[in-house]
């Protein structure tokens, strides 16, 4: 069964610091996608980044980048130069990939990460 | 703002009573999913549409049912609803055309969401 495990239940970081929330995953399924999602204390869900089970290279977007270790299944999420505004519940989500057209593709989350960024 | 809407964005309720819970998705995309975050369970998937059909079910109580309409947008209707109904009902939308094997790279963007409160 899929499962994602996000083992730090909060965790701090002076401002501008670079910090890394971890994500490890367990699936039998060869193709698959990672997604790291933000919720702000305002509630809603943001999508931050992708990375796919074949995708060679980390995905980076903007600040943020994905340490991909396939052999280890994690996908741990690196924020550099940290702002104020990155403080928020940050969720890592798997969706397993090979499934027909317009099937069931819906994600599993992981309990998630309290981050808090200090001034 | 990721082009999914959802109203209300808060409602309170008593107990045993009905309400729905509309989603708009992102223009153009064919898939809608229903999630349900509380404190105690997390993120869970609820159902999934797909161009107006019932793809995926999850844990998505008896006392609950969704519908897709011919515009693509999504109600959730929750019946004889009680206190543990109590949650923050996500929309997410999707393009989920993929073919075979890629799905997994197709990004659900999340609505605002809907808080109930059953009281």
């Known amino acids: 069964a899929q499962k994602i495990t996000q083992t730090q239940p909060g965790m701090f970081v002076q401002e501008k610091e670079a910090v890394t929330l971890d994500c490890t995953y367990d699936t039998s399924d060869q193709s698959y996608g990672l997604f790291w999602y933000k919720q702000p204390s305002s509630g809603e869900m943001i999508f931050l980044i992708y990375?796919?089970?074949?995708?060679?290279q980390n995905a980076t977007e903007g600040r943020y980048s994905l340490n991909f270790q396939k052999a280890r299944k994690s996908a741990n999420l690196v924020i550099s130069a940290s702002q104020l505004g990155d403080s928020a519940m940050y969720f890592c989500?798997?969706?397993?990939?090979?499934?027909?057209?317009?099937?069931?593709?819906?994600?599993?989350f992981g309990k998630g990460t309290k981050l808090s960024v200090k001034p | 703002d990721s082009g999914v809407t959802q109203t209300p964005k808060h409602l309170i309720t008593a107990t045993g009573q009905r309400v729905t819970l509309r989603c708009s998705p992102r223009s153009g995309d064919l898939s809608v999913y229903w999630y349900q975050q509380s404190l105690d369970q997390g993120l869970q998937f609820l159902i999934q549409?797909?161009?107006?059909?019932?793809?995926a079910k999850g844990n998505i109580l008896e006392r609950f049912s969704a519908q897709q309409f011919p515009d693509l947008h999504s109600e959730l209707n929750l019946s004889s609803l009680e206190l543990g109904d109590s949650a923050l009902y996500f929309c997410?939308?999707?393009?989920?055309?993929?073919?075979?094997?890629?799905?997994?790279?197709?990004?659900?963007?999340f609505g605002p969401g809907t808080r109930l409160t059953v009281l």
């Open positions: 989500a798997m969706r397993e990939g090979r499934i027909p057209r317009g099937s069931q593709g819906n994600l599993i």
């Open positions: 997410a939308s999707s393009v989920a055309t993929g073919t075979s094997g890629t799905l997994s790279t197709d990004t659900q963007y």
């Open positions: 549409y797909y161009n107006g059909e019932e793809r």
């Open positions: 990375q796919g089970s074949y995708d060679e």
